[in-house]
């Protein structure tokens, strides 16, 4: 690891604070604030928006829940001092990466493969989808 004491203790403090902060966010917003009772919900077009906003409560909570785990595992990494090295070519991460975004696990250039790989799929998956709409809008006329 090529990071300082004091570079590693900066790090610490801020994933601590951003774990305890969500952690906190978790049992503040329970379940019961967001969905109204029996009697609130006169009628079905009511019941689908309760839905619809559950849904998206679920689908942020996840990826806090998500965010939190990786923010542990970094921490966990921390203590045993497996933390700031890469987990594609074991080099070190720089400590300016890290300060930006904490829960990094790949340097900078594998990061970048990565993502590249990623995108390269996004533009395949999408371009097909594409394809599919134009038969459908073409089987309509
Ligand atoms: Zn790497």
């Given at each position: 690891m090529s990071l300082t004491k004091k570079q590693l203790k900066t790090l610490t403090e801020k994933i601590t604070a951003e774990r305890d902060r969500l952690v906190a966010s978790f049992s503040e917003n329970t379940d019961d604030k967001y969905i109204l009772s029996g009697d609130d919900r006169p009628d079905e077009i009511d019941q689908a928006t309760s839905d619809y906003e559950r849904?998206?409560?679920?689908?942020?909570?996840?990826?806090?829940?998500?965010?939190?785990?990786?923010?542990?595992k970094a921490l966990e990494k921390i203590n045993n001092a497996e933390y700031a090295t890469c987990e594609?070519?074991?080099?070190?991460?720089?400590?300016?990466?890290?300060?930006?975004?904490?829960?990094?696990?790949?340097?900078?250039?594998?990061?970048?493969?990565?993502?590249?790989?990623?995108?390269?799929?996004?533009?395949?998956?999408?371009?097909?989808?594409?394809?599919?709409?134009?038969?459908?809008?073409?089987?309509?006329?």
């Open positions: 849904s998206q409560l679920i689908r942020f909570r996840n990826r806090d829940v998500f965010y939190a785990k990786k923010l542990n594609e070519c074991d080099c070190d991460i720089k400590f300016e990466r890290l300060n930006a975004r904490p829960t990094a696990e790949l340097c900078i250039s594998c990061k970048d493969e990565a993502e590249r790989a990623e995108q390269g799929n996004f533009v395949a998956r999408q371009s097909k989808s594409l394809g599919k709409q134009d038969n459908i809008v073409m089987g309509a006329r």
